[in-house]
């Protein structure tokens, strides 16, 4: 059992770190398009209000960052601290649920 955790948290940081150099690479340049366009935050902001293909693509830049950080936290813990088992677990769920609340209360906010 312990083998197949491995294997799909493997798995879940190759894809998910995918998911993120998308996101990053696409936030990245629409922000430096946006400001050298002459657009202020309040205006980039107005322009993201209500609008939900952003919506929909900071929530999977939030759930992205929300599986790859703990994932690599977790392997980091392992590899230095020799932290393992149920407790390191446990911790990294937390922090990656608390993490996808965080970052999906700021969504909504600059949805909303």
């Known amino acids: 059992m312990r083998v197949r955790l491995q294997v799909w948290l493997w ?5 998910s770190a995918a998911v993120l150099a998308v996101c990053i690479v696409v936030h990245l340049v ?3 398009y ?3 366009g002459g657009l202020s935050a309040a205006e980039i902001l107005a322009r993201t209000q209500g609008n939900y293909a952003w919506f929909a693509f900071y929530t999977v830049f939030v759930l992205a960052v929300s599986i790859h950080a703990p994932i690599g936290l977790r392997t980091v813990l392992a590899e230095m ?11 990294t769920l937390a922090l990656g ?11 909504l906010g600059v949805f909303s």
């Open 11 to 15: 798995l879940a940081q190759r894809v």
């Open 30 to 32: 629409t922000m430096i």
């Open 34 to 36: 946006a400001v050298r």
């Open 81 to 91: 601290l020799g932290w393992r088992g149920v407790v390191v677990n446990m911790l």
């Open 97 to 107: 649920i608390t993490s996808a609340l965080a970052g999906m209360r700021a969504v």
